[in-house]
């Protein structure tokens, strides 16, 4: 008997991987290795582009990661060949000269084969929070934001139109100066895909009606759910809806019986505070950089002292 082993959460679906390709014109292409004596395989979920490249896509938070093994075979053999297959996978995708940095998906603890096939390797973070959610898991502050944004009228709910998530999302980008590269037609791709019920849009409205803030969750069929994307206008940054929003969207995945909600990473200092207030536990993963010419310079540059003594200077 076969055991199937499939990490990346929400991401892993086939309905994310439709949705990724059609919208960045990429052919799902996933990269096997197997051990034939044992019938351990090991799989990651990637792409071919256009032009027959294997690439990971821009915008997904994982590359889904499945692994296959009969019932018989014993732990300490599953890790031998596990080692021996990342590393064989490793070494398959710096041949491609797959350029872009990409996420193993939280729960894949062993990298040491992707680190010996040539990778550099860093740990980063996710919060993931345990569904049903109960709000005193929540710190005091956030709870108070949410239910003062109540108070002055604000309202959060599940939404429908794209034109107002895309409202949302270009005000943050402008603020922050980055590009999400989402635009209304990737919103409706994604509804049309994988429906409204695993491709979620969350909006809060001021009391007028006007949409204040919106956030688009990723769910899937096996208890998980990620928030994607999320953005607040500007002029309501103050008033809490962005707590308040956060809080619907627990509660409402909560009422659908999800097990997780994954924010989808922790890594960026001015934000991280924000998702971890909501009581999710600190969950690690790995990102792979391509070795390039970079890194090889710089790796010379420290092998011959110059970087210790930068260290050294600077601390002078």
Known sequence: MTTTEVFGGAVAQS?????????????PDDLSAADTTTGVSVTLGLYRSSRGRLVVPHDSPF?????????TVGARRLERRWLSLTERIGQELLHERVARPWNLPP?????RGFQQAGFRLESRFTSVVDLPWQETSAVKKVRQRARRAVTEGFTAARGTDPGEVLRCLTETEERKHFRY???EATLRLGVEILGSDRFRFYLARASSGEVASARV??????????????GTRTRFLASGVQQLMTRATLEDLSNDGF???DWAGVNIPSIASAKEDWGG????????????????????WHAMGYGRHKIRKAAL
Do not use: K, Y
Not at 15 to 27: D, M, N, P, V
Not at 63 to 71: A, K, L, N, S, Y
Not at 281 to 300: C, M
């Open 15 to 27: 309905g994310w991987r439709e949705f990724l390709a059609s919208w960045q014109h990429l052919t």
């Open 63 to 71: 590359v889904p990661v499945t692994i296959e093994h009969g019932d």
């Open 107 to 111: 729960g894949i603890v062993d990298v």
């Open 181 to 183: 590269r989402i635009d």
């Open 217 to 230: 969750v990723i769910c899937s069929d096996d208890g998980d759910a990620l928030g994607w994307v999320s």
């Open 259 to 261: 097990a997780t909600f």
């Open 281 to 300: 536990r600190l969950t690690p993963f790995t990102a792979a950089f391509p070795r390039n010419g970079w890194d090889i310079a710089q790796g010379a």
